[in-house]
């Protein structure tokens, strides 16, 4: 909001003390302004139901006999609030006076209405320099700012006198690129004036959800993230809201911001992912491309064996991806310390050779060791197939064993290596884990589902777990118009070759996520394994985890214009 709309609520107390909990409030004085016209004065003496200190009638003139037929705060306060509401509170040394008034209507039982605050002091110390000024006061300040008012330690006087010091504040703040409310919420802290004054960047940017990408000298995409509002977001890199070094490092590389309006937060969030995946944005933490992440595999020859590749053909047994290559490889020793799947890495062949010498592994029952023994030889499919089941779902064996030997370690008191296998067998389970939860998304051929907001439907639909369309069935019309509509124009997304679905994984994970949220409709929900059916359900997770073993009866899913 540009500072001259904003309408200011300047206030100043007296009280008979320095503290909320041992002092009482005396006299409010308030002025109400906005760009630069006042709209209304507020100003009353509080009878504080105690006597008033001497020290403090030498202050402010105030005296006990002159409040003794003053309204008590309770009384005051309401009517304060009520002046206040909606406004933005300036004070000076604004601690002192919010901290009195929040007190107060604590012990009022009154709701603080949390009002966006401005303490000109603060400002002053960003702006007026020791040359210009000895100290920060109120008194030095207005005498700075040529104000019409003179402060005299009484609530109203002061009140003004604070208004031509935040007028005086805010003009100099001008050159430092200081013009919106949200650039006075950090303006007192340090930014560097030529960073400040770069938020024009964010200028032509809508108030909508979104991408924004920050764009370097040479064109090139330094960062990418998403808004509910991104105008507002974007500027708030230009504030010292933003204290994260690098961040702070690209920004005053930058020499344009690009937005990309979405309908919903979710396609905002979908293209996102996309973006950073596309462009591997240099101060993107996340800009890890999802092709470049590793998988476990069991490879195909005679005598399979694990193997951690970054792709996987089309029709392999494998888990993954893992965030690392550190991950995959203990997902693999999980997977060994239970199988005795071979480790070694020469392609063996299906009958052994005479004359071999089997490995040290074999020695230690780690390995059948199918590469002298012809019985190990003939019987290695049986292990294949343990393992070939192990990555497809059925863990059992694998965590099993993880368990029987923690609990050995345990009772041995090594410690250390009790955590190394359950680092490993964790590795191993969430993964498979997350693929089988998955798995349904990225089979499916087309989910439609839809969520009510405040304005209708938000409806989406995904195929072959990826986002393939988004849109807003407004309230009060036919959502299923809409469905239609966004059958025909969502994007065509061909069967996957590979294993692992038409995107991303984070991508798929992020659609599972929403489609996972209480009171998801499913419209319809097409996949291989089913004549097509459409079901709504209230928690989407379970329908799609027991699609295949319950086999829900078919329903139509209708959705109500007026839901």
């Known amino acids: 909001m540009p500072l001259h709309e904003v309408t ?18 005396t006299e409010i004085g308030a002025v109400k302004v906005r760009g630069g016209e006042v709209l209304g004065e507020f100003a009353t003496l509080v009878n504080p139901g105690v006597a008033i200190p001497p020290t403090i009638t030498v202050l402010t003139g105030i005296t006990t006999a002159m409040v003794i037929s003053a309204p008590r705060i309770q009384e005051v306060l309401p009517s ?7 406004a933005v509170l300036v004070a000076h040394n604004a601690a002192f006076d919010v901290g009195f008034l929040k007190a107060n209507a604590a012990r009022m039982d009154l709701a603080w209405p949390r009002p966006a605050v401005v303490d000109t002091v603060r400002l002053a110390r960003r702006v007026v320099t020791r040359d210009e000024a000895p100290n920060h006061k109120l008194h030095t300040l207005a005498r700075l700012f040529a104000s019409a008012t003179t402060p005299n330690h009484r609530a109203l006087q002061d009140a003004r006198a604070t208004v031509d010091v935040l007028h005086g504040l805010l003009s100099r703040m001008a050159s430092l690129g200081v013009s919106h409310l949200e650039d006075l919420a950090t303006a007192s802290d340090p930014v560097p004036p030529a960073r400040r004054r770069r938020s024009t960047l964010a200028d032509h940017l809508p108030r909508s959800p979104g991408v924004y990408q920050f764009i370097g000298p040479g064109a090139e995409v ?4 998403t808004a509910t509002d991104l105008r507002r977001r974007v500027r708030q890199y230009f504030t010292a809201s933003e204290k994260r070094q690098r961040i702070g490092e690209m920004v005053d590389l930058a020499t344009e911001v690009r937005g990309i309006p979405c309908a919903t937060r979710l396609e905002a969030q979908v293209r996102e992912l996309r973006l950073i995946a596309e462009h591997d944005p240099p101060y993107n933490r996340r800009s890890r491309r999802p092709d470049r992440l590793p998988w476990v595999r069991l490879t195909d020859e005679p005598h399979p064996r694990l193997s951690i590749v970054r792709e996987v053909p089309a029709g392999a047994v494998a888990v993954g991806p893992f965030a690392s290559r550190a991950a995959a490889q203990l997902a693999v020793e999980a997977v060994q310390q239970a199988i005795p799947l071979r480790q070694c890495t020469r392609r063996l062949p299906l009958v052994p050779r005479s004359g071999g010498a089997d490995c040290m592994l074999a ?3 780690r390995c059948s060791a199918p590469c002298v023994d012809p019985g190990a030889a003939a019987g290695y499919s049986e292990i294949a197939a343990r393992a070939e089941a192990a990555l497809t779902g059925h863990t059992d064996v694998v965590v099993g064993t993880a368990v029987e030997h923690i609990d050995r370690l345990v009772s041995e008191q090594r410690y ?4 190394a296998c359950r680092d490993r067998a964790e590795a191993f389970s969430r993964t498979v884990g997350r693929g089988l939860r998955l798995a349904e998304v990225q089979g499916a051929r087309q989910i439609m589902a839809a969520q009510a907001t405040d304005g209708g439907w938000e409806l989406v639909l995904v195929r072959h777990g990826r986002f393939a369309g988004t849109a807003i069935s407004p309230r009060g019309t036919d959502p299923m118009v809409v469905v239609s509509q966004l059958y025909a124009t969502g994007e065509v997304v061909p069967e996957p070759e590979r294993p692992g679905g038409a995107a991303s994984t984070e991508e798929t994970e992020l659609l599972a996520g929403w489609l996972g949220r209480a009171g998801t409709r499913l419209i319809a929900f097409d996949h291989p394994d089913t004549a097509g059916w459409s079901v709504p359900v209230a928690a989407a997770p379970a329908a799609l985890a027991d699609r ?16």
């Open 8 to 25: 200011f609520v300047v206030v100043d107390l007296e009280t008979t003390g320095g503290s909320p909990s041992s002092s009482e409030i």
């Open 80 to 86: 304060f609030l009520e002046f206040a509401h909606g």
């Open 222 to 225: 330094l960062y990418v993230g």
């Open 363 to 365: 020695g230690i029952g």
């Open 416 to 419: 250390e290596e009790a955590a």
């Open 548 to 563: 295949v073993r319950a086999r829900h009866t078919p329903v139509v899913g209708q959705l109500s214009a007026t839901a």
